[in-house]
């Protein structure tokens, strides 16, 4: 592991916000977030966020990437346009359509459309994290009120 890298790249996420899920990386919504979330917890500045849960997991399968083996790469010190490529070689090969419809069924997904275990989890979630009143119409809103970017 490059730790000096590593170290000047992660945010301290019990500082700051990781990138918000509609932005993305290598083409790919969430990825972005899902790079600050992994940089922080090899750097051991995770807060109370976490690595490999499954909002993470949504980008994970979906181009048929193990969470360990992104971690380990991520570990060398990659920047974010290394880590892109990686993630381009790596991902399962799938027609652009396919990527573009999936980053709008995960831009436009309602927590009613989720897992029972997600909307069970997300129920309570909202309730303590967001402030009263705040309407929440897709899944990324609730991640994006809760860091202030909405």
Request: hydrophobic share 40%; with cysteine.
């Amino acid at each position: 592991m490059n730790t000096e890298t590593m170290t000047l790249k992660a945010k301290d996420l019990a500082k700051e916000y990781p990138r918000s899920p509609r932005e993305s990386l290598a083409g790919y919504v969430l990825a972005a977030r899902v790079l600050d979330k992994c940089r922080a917890a090899i750097s051991g500045t995770l807060g109370e966020y976490h690595f490999d849960c499954p909002l993470d997991r949504f980008f994970f399968e979906f181009v048929g990437i193990d969470a360990g083996s992104f971690r380990s790469f991520v570990a060398t010190g990659a920047d974010d346009d290394a880590v892109a490529k990686w993630i381009t070689e790596h991902a399962v090969s799938q027609p652009r359509i396919a990527i573009i419809k999936w980053n709008n069924r995960m831009r436009e997904m309602r927590v009613g459309d989720m897992s029972e275990d997600v909307q069970e989890f997300l129920e309570g979630y909202i309730q303590e994290f967001l402030p009263a009143g705040r309407v929440v119409y897709r899944w990324f809103d609730v991640y994006d009120i809760e860091e202030k970017r909405l």
